[in-house]
C-alpha cells in the first residue's frame, strides 16, 4: 500500500468542506485534481472513503474510519515540517554533569542579547559524549578528550579540581584545601563513564583502596553526603550542583581539568565559532 500526505491532505480537506469544488477553493488547485487525487488513495485503501452527492459528498463507513487517522498523520507531518525549520534557530548544548558552572548562567544571557535569532538550548545526558553521538545535541561540553575519530574539539579552558566529601567528615570538616596523597586515603566515588576521576590521577603514587563506581551525578553526590566515599571533580560541579551535606574544596595539587566543546567532524553547526569564543572568555574571565 502507498499513499501520500498529498492525497490525505486532499481527502481530509474535501470530507471537512463537503465539497469538492470547496476543497479545490481552499487548496489553489482543480476540482479534477481533488477528484484524481482522492480516487488514488481510494485505490490505495481499496475501498471508497467519500460517498459523492448530488450537492457535494461526505464520509463513507470507511471514510469515517481513516479521517481522525488522517488528521493525525497531517499533524505530525506539520509538526516534523516546523522542526526541520527551527532547526536553524536552535543551538543545542549537551552537557553531563556541569556545562559551564558560575558562567552557565552568563553565557545563556549574553547569547539571547548577542543571538536573539538563535536560541541556546541546554540539553544535559549522562553518556560520554554528552549527546553529541546520539544526536541529541549540536555541541558538547566534555572534560575528557574525544578518542573518537567522528568528533573534533577544542579546550576552552581550565578549571581547578575540588574534593568533595560529606559536610560532617570528623577529620576533613574544618579543611580549607585538601591534597591528592590525602585523598588516596580513602575510598573514592567515581563516573567511569564521563568522570575526570580514576586510578590514572595517582601514576606512581599510591592508590586510593577502593572506588565505587556510580551513573550519574546524583548519584554520585548521594554517596558522598552518604559518607561512603569522597570524590574529586571540575570546580563546575560545585557551582552546577551544590548539595545539602556535602562540601567542596581545592585539591591543592590536583591536575587541572580542559573543558572541551566538540562536534562532529565536518559538520559545525551554525553559531559554533560565536560559541567557542565566548566560553573562551567566560572561562578566562574565571
Known amino acids: 500500500m502507498e499513499w501520500s500526505l498529498r492525497e490525505l491532505r486532499f ?13 479545490a477553493d481552499r487548496l489553489f488547485v482543480s476540482q479534477a485534481a481533488v477528484s484524481r487525487t482522492i480516487a488514488q488513495l481510494e485505490k490505495s485503501v481499496g ?17 469515517l474510519q481513516v479521517l481522525p487517522e488522517a488528521r493525525r498523520m497531517l499533524a505530525e507531518a506539520a509538526r516534523f515540517t516546523e522542526f526541520l525549520a527551527s532547526r536553524h534557530g536552535v543551538l543545542r548544548l549537551g552537557y553531563a554533569w556541569a556545562a559551564l558552572g558560575r558562567h552557565t548562567t552568563r553565557l545563556q544571557r ?19 559524549t554528552s549527546g553529541l553521538a546520539e544526536g541529541w545535541c549540536d555541541v558538547a561540553v566534555v572534560r575528557r578528550p574525544l578518542e573518537d575519530g567522528r568528533f573534533d574539539s577544542v579546550v576552552v579552558g581550565l578549571e581547578r579540581r575540588l574534593a568533595a566529601f560529606a559536610s560532617d567528615d570528623a577529620q576533613w570538616a574544618r579543611r580549607r584545601q585538601l591534597g591528592m596523597a590525602e585523598i588516596a586515603e580513602r575510598t573514592v566515588v567515581i563516573d567511569p563513564r564521563v568522570g575526570t576521576t580514576g586510578s590514572g590521577l595517582w601514576t606512581g603514587g599510591k592508590q586510593p583502596p577502593r572506588f565505587i563506581e556510580i551513573g550519574d551525578v546524583d548519584t554520585w553526590l548521594d554517596a558522598i553526603a552518604a559518607g561512603r566515599g569522597v570524590g574529586t571533580t571540575s570546580e563546575a560541579t560545585a557551582h552546577h550542583h551544590p548539595r545539602s551535606g556535602v562540601r567542596y574544596v581545592p585539591v591543592k595539587d590536583g591536575p587541572r581539568i580542559a573543558v572541551r ?12 565559532a560565536d560559541l567557542i569564543d565566548a566560553a573562551t572568555g567566560l572561562l578566562a574571565s574565571g
Open 11 to 23: 481527502f481530509v480537506a474535501a470530507a471537512e468542506a463537503g465539497s469538492f469544488t470547496e476543497a
Open 110 to 128: 549574553d547569547w539571547a542579547v548577542r543571538h536573539p535569532a538563535m536560541e541556546l538550548q541546554l540539553v544535559r545526558h549522562n553518556v560520554p
Open 47 to 63: 475501498d471508497r472513503l467519500l460517498r459523492r452527492l448530488p450537492r457535494g459528498c461526505e464520509p463513507t463507513a470507511t471514510g
Open 261 to 272: 566543546l566538540a562536534w562532529r567532524k565536518g559538520e559545525p553547526p551554525p553559531g559554533l
